[in-house]
């Protein structure tokens, strides 16, 4: 078993990594393929969205924040999200839309948030263009989530979701027709679908591309 291609990770590494604004293509650009080039919904009809990719500094090391959806949610019940919605008139940015929903979902304040960038657009088939802010969250905080939209709130640690040991392609079928699509389990939460379609993109935009095997 190969070993994982990023050794260092830290706030200092991830904040020179999204400095230096990239140019990568996204490994995942929406639903429906592994990379998906489209899901079939006209651009123009593609609603604006955004989630935040919140790390956390944890002593020891850091973590992504989770959401998992309430079960009885009729869109994406019980499955793992980053928080995140639908942009709004009043948001002045994209980055706004992400910090607004993700305090209104988990209760995050935004003072513990440090923005450091964002990911490639991914396009969902449900019909939205969701934009991923990446940020560091400072501790210590104190999260309340919606309890009608959130059933639990979890940290995965960073180093498992760029450990290219972890990533899986899978598949299913849906409407007829078969569907790849990116998974990273972590213990008895099954993450896939576009949240894992953009941990992808984060682990795209963070590894060098010559020494990927995805």
Same mark, same amino acid.
């Given at each position: 078993?190969?070993?994982?291609?990023?050794?260092?990770?830290?706030?200092?590494?991830? %904040?020179? =990594?999204? #400095?230096?604004? =990239?140019?990568?293509?996204?490994?995942?650009?929406? +639903?429906?393929?592994? !990379?998906?080039?489209?899901?079939?919904?006209?651009?123009?009809?593609?609603?604006?969205?955004?989630?935040?990719?919140?790390?956390v500094e944890?002593?020891?090391? $850091?973590?992504?924040?989770?959401?998992?959806?309430?079960?009885?949610?009729?869109?994406?019940?019980?499955?793992?999200?980053?928080?995140?919605?639908? #942009?709004?008139?009043?948001?002045?940015?994209?980055?706004?839309?992400?910090? %607004?929903?993700?305090?209104?979902?988990?209760?995050?304040? &935004? =003072?513990?948030?440090?923005?450091?960038? &964002?990911?490639?657009?991914?396009?969902?088939?449900?019909?939205?263009?969701?934009?991923?802010?990446? #940020?560091?969250?400072?501790?210590?905080f104190e999260?309340?989530?919606?309890?009608?939209?959130?059933?639990?709130?979890?940290?995965?640690?960073?180093?498992? $979701?760029? +450990?290219?040991?972890?990533?899986?392609?899978?598949?299913?079928?849906? +409407?007829? &027709?078969? %569907?790849?699509?990116?998974?990273?389990?972590?213990?008895?939460?099954?993450?896939?679908? @576009?949240? @894992?379609?953009?941990?992808?993109?984060?682990?795209?935009?963070?590894?060098? !591309?010559?020494? &990927?095997?995805?």
């Amino acid at each position: 078993m190969s070993a994982p291609l990023v050794t260092r990770i830290d706030s200092v590494w991830l %904040r020179e =990594r999204f #400095a230096a604004q =990239r140019v990568v293509p996204p490994l995942a650009a929406g +639903d429906g393929g592994v !990379p998906a080039l489209g899901t079939g919904v006209p651009p123009g009809a593609l609603r604006p969205a955004a989630v935040l990719v919140g790390m956390v500094e944890r002593s020891a090391e $850091l973590t992504v924040l989770f959401t998992r959806r309430a079960d009885h949610l009729h869109a994406h019940a019980g499955q793992i999200s980053f928080p995140g919605g639908a #942009a709004e008139e009043g948001d002045e940015s994209l980055v706004a839309t992400a910090l %607004r929903e993700t305090e209104e979902e988990i209760g995050l304040h &935004r =003072r513990h948030v440090e923005v450091i960038g &964002r990911l490639h657009e991914y396009r969902t088939v449900s019909g939205y263009c969701v934009t991923p802010i990446v #940020a560091l969250v400072r501790p210590p905080f104190e999260l309340v989530p919606d309890k009608f939209e959130v059933a639990e709130v979890f940290e995965v640690p960073l180093a498992f $979701l760029l +450990d290219e040991r972890n990533h899986r392609r899978e598949t299913m079928l849906r +409407d007829g &027709r078969k %569907r790849e699509y990116y998974a990273m389990p972590y213990g008895h939460y099954y993450i896939w679908g @576009a949240t @894992a379609g953009m941990l992808m993109n984060l682990y795209g935009y963070l590894t060098d !591309p010559a020494d &990927r095997t995805f």
